[in-house]
């Protein structure tokens, strides 16, 4: 060690007077200029040049390199270094046979090179005393790894290296994926740069193309990303290539641009004929998009409690401008038309926490034909939605006072009748959502509530209120439900068509249609709790409801009622050890006490218009338990029975609400019956059984009769529903529907996911099998990537298939 300090004092001496370089003796970082070179043995040959052998160290600026030899000309300014040679530049760490460096151009060459990006700045020194790669590679984490016989280091900082094999995968031992390419660039701005790389998932190559970019920070960054590569049932192959544009600190933008070549199948009619051309030929029906479509999806959070996206789709369908597909449409599809082929999807949803309460939040969803959803929505299941809301609110809260505005916009996305059965000859409806020819799809627009969650009054007393003026009307020129003197609209169960009188569309209320409406609510509520010792709770209630109905086209109308009942509970409970074991009884009884109404609607415009036409008391019993053995060991369920009490006894529908998890078995379930027929009117239930080393069962069943279940069309002011007795929301199937699901997941091998599920619905006359999913997914050991060919068979279409793959970082 002296002899080394002696060595290095020396050559500082030698060479004090050289202009062209300096050497110091000692200092971690050399100064700017200067060369701090040290080793066991350091000569100076004959023609100037400097020799260093046995521990080479070599520091210039934020370089260091260490060596078993090397070599520096001060003329030059250039340093050769051989045998084990390790170099440090801030977070890029590299072992190499040998390196060259020019200290003029501030560039170098590493021969037999392997580097690694360095996740944080690592000590220069520790790196420096590394006996081989495997440990330079293991001193903290890598965000990039590369191979090569020959890497070039360019003066703007970047590594270039040709030939080479690269990964971002981190994991110990071969890495489970890697890229080989024509030339690889790691700019000192954090991006692996390939031309014409083909990547390899355990040797076997599955992907290649003429450029690739790879981020190896968090730091967002402009640029392609991977694309949409897809085989789906309704709209044939499709490639989807996005663009990402970082805009500024808190916005960013994807931009996608693609094509769908569309599928087609046979064209029949109503009746299942095959449907023929001018000439006897067959014809095809095309069945969902095809054309060019871009998408833009916009993303902001300016700040704290700000936040925001929007997205909009555009489509160019070549389908519709086809009159062969045309001609078929209008025989396979009756009662359709009026196809335009621009279509577009707008949705945005936006998010503001202004701090002392106040706060507002838009989310639009629109969509310019009614087949939208259904041409490019994958889930079988979302598909049949049969409206689209939009909505905008802004508010104010004091403890327990909001104070609200708001707005609600629908679309109706129901086809005019059932099934094509049902189409009288001649009807054609337009399909587009906008323009003069819409339906009379009621808004709500404008709103403003004053709600009052519970405010508690001397004596104990809590007081809930709600204030509310809101107007219903549709957006269209004729400002009301104008569907003819049956009320029925397109859309509507049991909808015949037009009226033969002309009512329909005629501009003129009748007796039957919905006038526009401004409504003012006050629904007042006085409750107090009453607590006897730790058995028993009871809280009485009151309340009274008062609807005034400004009507646009009519006289105004009054409605009010009142309710008044008392609810009990209580929960008797004991320890067994760590095991916990309750009882839950609980008891309400409600009065509903019908009012008065004059010119009242006989139409809900919405659930704050259900009201009772006669006096009814309901009641409802229960009894709860919940056993809590330890986190995986539990039960928690309810029985209970609602009944009609008052004026005709009557019971209602049972009950049984559970939930459960007995290791790795889980699940839960709402069921409620009929107890006259023991009809079962709804049940929700889904159970699974998991294994540690990730294998699956899962389960689930739904069903709803067709009147629906009393839980779900109960009135706001009322424990469950009894049409009987309450001016209700209608309800909404035309059959009862029942859906069994059922799937499996496996992992024969680590990392290995073969996955399937089935979606069967057993109420339907044919075609009962709905949709089946498969996939076949693999993640790395050390989850630095992920992959997954996924395949979808839906009732009635094509074989769907895409690809989706996941980088680490990436």
């Not at 939040?361 to 490019?376: C, E, G, K, P, T």
């Not at 006989?602 to 919940?626: I, N, W």
């Not at 056993?627 to 009490?645: F, H, M």
């Not at 699901?741 to 109420?763: C, H, K, M, Q, W």
């Amino acid at each position: 060690m002296r002899r080394a300090a002696r060595t290095a004092a020396l050559l500082a001496l030698l060479l004090a007077s050289l202009p062209a370089a300096a050497v110091e003796a000692e200092g971690p970082v050399a100064r700017e200029g200067w060369v701090n070179l040290r080793a066991d043995r350091l000569v100076r040959d004959e023609t100037g040049l400097f020799l260093a052998e046995g521990d080479v160290r070599v520091v210039v600026g934020r370089v260091h390199l260490s060596a078993d030899r090397a070599t520096y000309d001060p003329e030059k300014r250039f340093v050769t270094a051989e045998g084990k040679v390790t170099l440090v530049d801030g977070r890029t760490v590299a072992r190499a046979r040998s390196v060259r460096i020019d200290l003029v151009l501030d560039t170098g060459v590493l021969e037999g090179v392997a580097v690694f990006q360095k996740k944080e700045p690592q000590d220069p020194e520790l790196l420096l005393r590394a006996e081989d790669a495997a440990e330079l590679r293991a001193a903290g984490r890598n965000e990039a790894i590369l191979y090569a016989e020959q890497v070039v280091r360019l003066s703007d900082g970047n590594y270039m290296a040709v030939g080479p094999s690269a990964t971002i995968c981190d994991c110990p031992g071969k890495p489970d994926w890697e890229v080989g390419a024509r030339s690889v660039t790691l700019t000192e701005d954090g991006r692996l740069n390939l031309r014409w790389p083909v990547f390899y998932a355990r040797g076997v190559p599955v992907f290649a193309a003429p450029f690739f970019s790879i981020p190896l920070t968090d730091e967002r960054r402009s640029g392609l990303l991977a694309p949409n590569v897809s085989l789906l049932g309704r709209r044939g192959p499709g490639y989807e290539q996005p663009f990402y544009l970082v805009l500024g600190h808190s916005w960013d933008l994807t931009v996608s641009l693609g094509y769908f070549f569309g599928n087609s199948r046979d064209a029949t009619d109503p009746q299942g004929n095959p449907v023929r051309g001018p000439g006897g030929e067959p014809l095809r029906e095309e069945v969902a998009f095809r054309g060019p479509r871009t998408t833009l999806e916009l993303r902001w959070a300016p700040r704290l409690g700000t936040s925001g996206r929007g997205f909009v789709a555009y489509g160019y369908d070549q389908s519709l401008v086809s009159p062969e597909n045309l001609r078929a449409k209008r025989i396979t599809n009756p009662g359709v038309g009026d196809y335009v082929p621009h279509r577009f999807g707008i949705q945005l949803d936006h998010a503001d926490d202004w701090g002392s309460g106040f706060s507002d939040r838009v989310a639009i969803n629109l969509v310019s034909d009614r087949n939208f959803i259904r041409d490019f929505t994958d889930d079988i299941v979302l598909r049949g939605e049969e409206a689209l809301r939009s909505t905008a609110w802004a508010g104010w809260r004091a403890g327990p006072l909001l104070l609200l505005g708001e707005a609600e916009y629908f679309q109706d996305l129901r086809p005019a009748f059932p099934d094509r059965a049902s189409v009288p000859p001649g009807y054609v409806e337009s399909i587009r959502l906008f323009g003069h020819n819409q339906r009379d799809t009621f808004a709500r627009i404008p709103g403003a509530a004053v709600d009052l969650a519970r405010l508690t009054l001397p004596g104990g007393l809590g007081l809930s209120l709600h204030l509310g003026a809101t107007r219903f009307a549709p957006l269209t020129a004729r400002g009301f439900g104008d569907w003819g003197r049956d009320g029925l609209g397109p859309g509507d169960i049991g909808y015949p068509g037009p009226d033969p009188d002309g009512s329909e569309r005629d501009g003129i209320l009748q007796a039957g249609e919905m006038p526009a409406v401004q409504r003012f609510s006050l629904r007042p509520t006085l409750s107090r709790s009453f607590v006897f010792g730790r058995f028993l709770s009871l809280t009485p209630y009151a309340g009274w409801r008062e609807e005034f109905y400004g009507y646009e086209q009519t006289s105004g109308g009054v409605a009010g009622w009142g309710l008044f009942g008392v609810e009990a509970r209580s929960e008797l409970s004991r320890h067994y050890g760590g095991v916990r074991h309750a009882w839950i009884p609980m008891a309400e009884v409600r009065h509903l006490l019908a009012g008065h109404e004059t010119r009242a609607p006989s139409r809900v415009y919405d659930e704050l218009d259900a009201r009772p036409l006669r006096s009814v008391t309901q009641a409802r019993v229960a009894l709860g338990t919940r056993l809590d053995v330890s986190s995986e060991v539990g039960l928690d369920a309810r029985v209970g029975q609602d009944v009609r009490a008052w004026p005709d006894p009557d019971l209602s529908e049972t009950f049984l609400d559970a939930a459960f998890r007995l290791g790795p078995l889980a699940g839960s379930g709402i069921v409620r019956v009929d107890p006259e027929t023991w009809r079962m009117t709804e049940a929700v239930t889904r159970a699974s059984l998991t294994a540690e080393a990730g294998h699956q069962l899962r389960a689930s069943f739904r069903r709803m009769a067709r009147e629906g279940s009393a839980r779900i069309l109960a009135s706001p002011d009322a424990l469950f529903s009894d049409p009987d007795f309450f001016l209700e929301v209608p309800p909404a199937l035309l059959d009862s529907l029942e859906a069994i699901g059922a799937g499996a997941t496996v992992v024969p091998l680590r990392g290995l996911t073969l996955s399937y599920d089935l979606l069967f619905l057993p109420t339907l006359t044919r075609a009962r099998l709905l949709e089946q999913r498969a996939s076949v997914g693999y993640e790395s050991g050390c989850r630095c990537w992920r992959g997954a060919l996924h395949f979808a068979k839906r009732r009635n279409e094509a074989l769907s298939a895409w690809v989706s793959l996941e980088l680490a970082s990436f």
